[in-house]
């Protein structure tokens, strides 16, 4: 939210056209409120505006079409208007034109055929043709006519998806706002502008984003922000699958250093093996073993000036993490086969699905070094947690299939089954199941059976133990090892445990809901959550 007069509201969103629409707004009110929405969270927009202590005079919405929750967006405009806010809606090129009758109800629609969105507006305020007006005009007509932009229009529209990424994948406002002044002729342009369309054009676009409205996603993206200006390394937590990439790669992009490399580092393939750990982190001079004939940079050299995302560092072998700890406290490398240490500037962003002070703990992992990374942290939630975010995800990964000729479409039953599945394999699982589904031919919710009949089938079977062994002591050594297990092989995710274990208990008080749980100090809600039909795996119950 900007700081500007709320007298006069702009809603708009991340397209061109939307922008110039609004850049011409503001030449008519220079020092209105600008409010970022999408087609999918309009609604939620006009809502918030309604949570202001005074209400707008006047919320001009341009550039703004409806995907979904069209009833929501009208019920909103009406409260608007209740509460005394004059709403204007422009729209130039007819996406909105059935919905007509239903907006001249609850505002003033100017729905005209003006070949953009930005026409519509200058024609309705009757705005002077400067310089700055044509300019704009002449941006959105390209962009909404779909012509090939030219290149001085590129760069605008460049510079614009830029910003717009930056607000949509971690709610940072400024940089779009800076977009629209200059495009109303409030600011001019800089070299750091310019440097900013030059990092937008060498990075790949195509990378996922976070999505997602929920509390958890949106203070995610809050202290990603806050934390990404930082050099301090960062410890990113949460389980497979959940999105720790994602989130250092932001970090990386809301941070000085976004304009230099983003390098990831699998450390999962480094684990017992000390000398290929050195070698990719640290580099190695020529001759320093047999086939080195000439001298390579480690990972820490390639990222200099940038980021250097260490996935599942848990792994790495304990002599490769006191070098490590070496580095993050020097800042300096010393490659294999030589004794000179080389300077190295890179931020370090670590990710693992494990419990480091258990393994601190168990002798697995350095203390130190844990602490050395851990100076900032963030925690990545499992999907489940956030299932309100399904249907942007979906909506994206859905997006993604449609540019491979695949379709899938989702009814009733598809997001039923969505939201009672617990997603143990999180965003990456979700992936996976619409592609499976979309290939096959199946709906999402007959793939979301099958997946957890295997699922349940193996957890079975892991239980099972040997033929011709009793019940009681299948049960009693799967619950053995799921409680106390020897080997890292055999810790399960809690999840699985906890739900094991109220299983069991569930099971000692002969299904009395209520024993069980004034045993074990949860809700009647709780206990029968996590023991519900199909969530018992434990032989038995």
Known sequence: MSTRDRTHVIVTTGGLDGACAAAALLLRHPEAEVRITSQHAVHHCLANLLEQETAPAE?????????????????????????????????????????????????????????????????????????????????????????????????????????????????????????????????????????????????????PVLLGRSPALKRLRTLIERLGPFDEPVLVLGPTGAGKELVARALHEASPRRHHIFLPVNCAILGGHTDLAHDRLFGHARGAYTGADRPARGAFEEATGGTLFLDEVAELPLSTQTQLLRVLEE??????????????????????????????????????????????????????????????????????????????????????????????????????????????????????????????RSEQSAVDGPPGQSRQARMRSGLATLFHPTSPEEVRPFDEVQRAFMTHVLGLFGGNYTQARKAMGVSDNTLRRWTRPGQINLPGW
């Not at 505002?107 to 009757?126: D, H, I, Y």
């Not at 130190?368 to 942007?392: S, T």
């Not at 299939?401 to 997603?423: F, T």
């Open 59 to 207: 919320v001009h919405v341009c550039g703004v079409g409806i995907q979904d929750n069209l009833e929501a967006a009208l019920d909103a405009l009406g409260r608007l208007r209740r509460q005394g806010s004059k709403v204007t809606w422009y729209c130039g090129r007819g996406y909105l034109d059935t919905h007509e009758p239903a907006f001249e109800k609850v505002c003033l629609p100017v729905f005209e055929e003006a070949g953009s969105n930005t026409a519509v507006v200058a024609q309705r305020l009757r705005l002077p043709r400067t310089e700055v007006l044509e300019q704009l005009l002449s941006l959105a007509e390209a962009f909404a006519r779909k012509r090939k932009l030219t290149e001085a229009q590129a760069f605008w529209n460049d510079l614009l998806q830029s910003a717009s990424n930056r607000f949509f994948r971690l709610g940072n406002e400024a940089p779009f706002l800076r977009v629209l002044s200059l495009l109303a002729g409030q600011a001019q342009l800089t070299q750091a502008d310019r440097d900013e369309v030059t990092h937008f054009r060498q990075v790949d676009q195509s990378k």
């Open 331 to 456: 800042g300096t490398v010393t490659p294999l086969g030589t004794m000179t240490p080389r300077k190295v500037d890179v931020r370090i962003v670590a990710a693992t699905n494990q419990d480091l002070l258990a393994l601190v703990a168990q002798g697995r992992f350095r203390e130190d070094l844990y602490h050395r990374l851990c100076v900032l942290q963030l925690e990545v939630p499992p999907l489940r947690e956030h299932l309100e975010d399904a249907r942007a995800l979906v909506d994206t990964l859905l997006s993604n299939l449609v540019s491979k000729d695949v379709r899938l479409k989702l009814g009733p039953r598809d997001w039923e089954a969505i939201q009672g599945y617990p997603w143990p394999g999180n965003v990456r699982e979700l992936a996976s199941m619409l592609k499976r589904a979309a290939y096959t031919g199946d709906t999402l919710a007959e793939v979301i059976a099958q997946e957890a009949a295997h699922r349940e």
